[in-house]
């Protein structure tokens, strides 16, 4: 498993643009143009667990193979079990699945990690967390969905802050590393929300892509978490 603290900032704040947001004719472009990224946020769908299609390891694979910045796959696929290790294996940085798919999320976590990637559990905007305190222990990051899973563009939900503070809470309480992703929603106008609840890791789509300079943007959404962090 990489080390805790691989690709992370000064400060502990991780950007992570969301490709849903990039063009995806001319994806390895843009792929470029987000150097300062703290890694590319790659949504695998399948039509089942969400209402959307998007692609499977081919495209990601081809995506690792061309990004300047590490591959965090977030799964919105059932079956993970059978599913998720190959996304390690084709050397994504992190791999997250869902929580509300899989059948033995311990034991997929760990067999991640096992393969080098990051482990990372997601929860949609409806459930609870509590369900995730005894395995903080066992993954990397757990990613609190701040919309419903499956489509970008999406306006932030307020409402996911509160199972969100109380995450970060029992983090601090357990002395645990892990990281606490959002995804949804995030912009100049969100992410200080999400920074003061708790989060260290922010996945942004069209605030990053559809900036006229995504670089600059990646950097202005960085202090702007940074400066609510310090505030929490």
């Known amino acids: 498993m990489p080390p805790l603290d691989e690709n ?36 695998v769908m399948d039509n089942h667990f969400v209402p959307n299609l998007t692609f499977g390891p081919q495209m990601v694979g081809r995506i690792q193979a061309t990004s300047p910045v590490p591959l965090d796959v977030h799964l919105m696929i059932d079956d993970p079990g059978r599913w998720a290790p190959e996304y390690a294996e084709l050397g994504a940085a992190s791999v997250t699945f869902h929580l509300e798919a899989a ?14 990637a990051r482990a990372g559990i997601a929860v949609k905007p409806a459930t609870a967390v509590e369900g995730l305190f005894d395995l903080l222990d066992e993954v990397d990051q757990i990613l609190v969905m701040t919309v419903e899973p ?19 809470d029992e983090a601090r309480r357990r002395g645990s590393a892990v990281w606490l992703q959002v995804d949804g929603g995030i912009g100049e106008s969100t992410i200080a929300q999400a920074a003061e609840a708790g989060a260290d890791t922010f996945v942004a789509g069209s605030a990053v892509f559809g900036a006229g300079d995504p670089d600059a943007a990646i950097t202005a959404l960085r202090a702007t978490a940074s400066r609510a962090a310090h505030r929490h």
């Open 103 to 116: 059948t033995e999320p311990v034991t997929l976590a760990r067999r991640l990690r096992a393969i080098g």
């Open 8 to 43: 992370s900032r000064p400060g502990g704040i991780r950007i992570n643009p969301s490709i849903l947001a990039a063009d995806f004719v001319n994806m390895q472009a843009d792929l470029a143009r987000i150097s300062t990224a703290d890694f590319v946020h790659v949504d």
């Open 150 to 168: 499956g489509f970008g563009g999406q306006s932030f939900m307020p409402e996911t802050m509160p199972k969100l503070r109380r995450l970060a």
